[in-house]
């Protein structure tokens, strides 16, 4: 629908074409020239802006909105190619081969475009070598991410594309630490489009990025961890995957070096934050397994069992490269010994009869996984690397709580859990206490801390059963509650990686707080 105020838009159309960086700092008589031929369009939501077909005479400029580019495949189905944001421009290519428009552009949601002719596009660009360069770079630009797609169809997994999405969209927001928040403003049904899959295969995709730590999806918010993804990029190598900038930066620096002091800071920290994480997976896998056994949650407890197994492997042939201390090396060799076990025990199908085997090879994977990261912690040799690792605690504590309370009701080896369990609500408690007072000059971590330790009380009160009946309820809520927890600390790891390096000794021993009774 054209405005039907073309006077008053026109005294604008100067000002909207200047604030383009396709035609920034042009020449006053250039944007007049340009504006005459120019005319601005409001579209609602679902409206078609040119079809496939249509002649090519306008180049397109998205001023607020959002339009897909998308054509119709022989079943009948559509294809998107590609959703449009602000400041980004469409249709140009057809402008200089005449003839139509190959794709169709439709409003996603009210959306006001700036539609400027062939004709006087030609003319300030005959004036202006500085459009053309603009308009090559961005045909240039469109090429590339072109090719970028068909790499990505044919060598990256769905989740793969889909991050490379995340990543794209944060753009030079996303640091190599901290967290990056970007909005999915699109439905889930145009992006699983956008990348030719079904809604409930997107949905699936997400929840495996969120198991393998890259991700918090909390509706359409998607906090990036950034530390975590970049150490996926660093241990993948693959420079095609995501922002190029961001990527060559990753994939360029070695891992533990790096010729700024912050990144090997933030590098070295990382290390230790992924060799504690092994802890908290090996807690977590056990407690998905007696979930399944006991046939609650099953869908979910699945999924994470089947992400916590990928990501426990995958982290430790990347920990056994970066383990060159002769101690690590050899604890990260034990560790894999025991793991060839446990997997085989967890991949199994759950059954009663395996439930008390589990409870001795998860406390053996367990305290040797402490070890590691104690390892790491320790050749690191800073005070952030003891924090990292303490709170790298707190998280596993999250787990094995859920866990020791699971084996417990099985009628597992009940005293000693009772025990443990006991023993795991206070170091969580003072965990998290060492931690606000060791961080006390970063606010950020103050309210984290705070709500995590109630969330924990929370948490530990419904481990009160009043009767056998009452199991399967509290059990769902123990596990959904301990998922909470472990969000909440991976964000305080990540906090904790990203502060400056500190190197002076502080108050935590080499060995990091007491081992595992």
Same mark, same amino acid.
């Given at each position: ?102 794709? !169709? ?361 009043? !009767? ?50």
């Amino acid at each position: 629908m054209r405005d039907p105020h073309p006077n008053q838009i026109g005294r604008n159309l100067r000002r909207a074409l200047g604030e383009l960086p396709l035609f920034a700092e042009l020449a006053p008589s250039t944007l007049d020239e340009l504006a005459q031929g120019t005319c601005y369009v409001i579209y609602q939501k679902g409206q078609a802006i040119f079809h496939a077909g249509d002649p090519a005479t306008q180049l397109h400029v998205l001023v607020r909105g959002q339009v897909k580019l998308s054509l119709n495949c022989r079943n009948g189905n559509e294809r998107i190619l590609e959703l449009l944001e602000p400041g980004h421009s469409f249709g140009q290519a057809e402008l200089f081969i005449p003839g139509n428009y190959v794709v !169709s552009a439709f409003a996603v949601k009210p959306s006001e475009v700036l539609a400027i002719r062939r004709d006087s596009l030609f003319r300030v660009m005959a004036q202006d070598a500085r459009i053309a360069r603009r308009v090559i770079e961005v045909l240039a630009r469109r090429q590339l991410e072109t090719e970028a797609d068909l790499v990505a169809q044919n060598a990256w997994s769905p989740g793969q594309r889909l991050l490379g999405y995340l990543i794209e969209l944060a753009g030079p927001l996303r640091q190599a630490q901290g967290e990056t928040t970007v909005t999915l403003d699109t439905s889930k049904k145009l992006l699983a489009s956008r990348f030719d899959m079904q809604p409930e295969t997107l949905s699936r995709n997400l929840r495996d990025l969120s198991e393998a730590g890259l991700i918090v999806v909390d509706r359409k918010q998607i906090r990036l961890r950034n530390s975590e993804i970049e150490r996926y990029l660093v241990a993948r190598g693959d420079p095609t995957l995501g922002d190029r900038d961001s990527l060559r930066r990753a994939c360029n620096r070695t891992p533990g070096a790096s010729s700024e002091a912050g990144n090997e800071s933030w590098s070295r920290a990382g290390w230790v934050n992924g060799a504690g994480r092994q802890r908290a997976l090996s807690q977590r896998m056990a407690k998905s397994w007696l979930m399944l056994e006991q046939g609650l949650l099953s869908r979910q407890s699945r999924t994470i069992l089947r992400q916590s197994v990928n990501l426990f492997d995958s982290r430790l042939r990347e920990l056994e490269i970066q383990a060159t201390d002769a101690d690590n090396a050899a604890t990260c060799a034990e560790l894999a010994r025991l793991w060839c076990d446990y997997r085989c025990l967890i991949e199994a199908s759950p059954s009663a009869s395996e439930a008390e085997k589990l409870f001795g090879i998860t406390e053996e994977v367990l305290e040797v996984a402490d070890l590691l990261a104690r390892g790491f912690a320790r050749t690191e040799g800073t005070t952030k690397g003891q924090l990292v690792n303490l709170a790298g605690r707190g998280r596993m504590l999250t787990q094995r709580a859920a866990n020791l309370f699971m084996f417990g009701q099985r009628g597992i080896h009940v005293t000693k859990c009772r025990s443990r369990l006991d023993e795991a609500n206070d170091e969580f408690l003072s965990t998290l206490q060492r931690l606000k007072a060791d961080t006390v000059a970063v606010p950020e971590l103050a309210s984290r801390l705070d709500s995590s330790i109630d969330v924990w009380q929370l948490f530990h009160s419904a481990m009160n059963l009043r !009767s056998a009946s009452d199991f399967p309820q509290t059990a769902r809520k123990v596990f959904r509650i301990s998922e909470d927890l472990l969000n909440r600390m991976d964000a305080i790891i990540e906090i904790c990686v990203g502060l400056p390096g500190m190197t002076r000794p502080g108050n935590y021993s080499a060995s990091g707080p007491a081992p595992i009774a």
